[in-house]
């Protein structure tokens, strides 16, 4: 075991479940590399198993909010919680999914003058309320969002990523989680 990329330790891939070590491998195999949080998590495995099954279940929805806005959530409030690992992993994501070089940074140093609209702005809003201050989310705040054009599937989802990546930005500061070097190239060309 190593501990480079955690505080805690870090299990050998071939150590793995049958089941981690493929959804690991097949993460490598369509990236070319293995983010961290994978082998961090990895050391845990039903947490690791109930934290993916969650994750996937937010961040693989197509009907309701853009996959862009989605990584545009967890970029913002992973800048409020000072997660430097899901700022710099879910950045890239972010430049990929929004097709704009720039965006990972321009949403991570301020979303308000970030160019993402009314819509992603009333978006940004709820979510780093949410994960900042969540006993003072009203119903003027839920309000903002149908003004700004969200469905209530869509408000929840908005409310369930801030809190699951909130929660996530806390583990991974926890731990001192440290972001692969091959997220900083991603979207960029």
Request: proline share 4%.
């Amino acid at each position: 075991m190593t501990t480079s990329i955690s505080a805690f330790p870090v299990p050998a891939i071939d150590t793995l479940p049958d089941d981690i070590r493929a959804r690991i491998l097949a993460v490598q195999e369509k990236s070319g590399f293995v983010p961290n949080v994978f082998l961090a998590l990895a050391w845990r495995p039903e947490e690791f198993r109930a934290f993916m099954a969650y994750h996937d279940t937010l961040m693989n929805k197509r009907e309701g909010l853009t996959a862009a806005e989605r990584e545009m959530i967890v970029v913002a409030i992973s800048a409020a919680n000072q997660c430097q690992y899901c700022v710099v992993a879910h950045g890239a994501i972010l430049r990929v999914r929004a097709k704009d070089p720039a965006i990972s940074e321009l949403v991570g140093a301020n979303w308000r003058k970030a160019p993402i609209g009314a819509r992603g702005r009333a978006i940004l809003a709820f979510a780093t309320k949410v994960a900042a201050e969540a006993h003072l989310v009203t119903a003027e705040d839920r309000a903002a969002l149908r003004e700004a054009g969200l469905s209530e599937d869509e408000a929840w989802d908005v409310a369930a990523i801030a809190a699951f990546f909130s929660m996530s930005n806390r583990l991974a500061n926890a731990i001192d989680l440290k972001p692969n070097a091959e997220f900083q190239k991603i979207g960029r060309a």
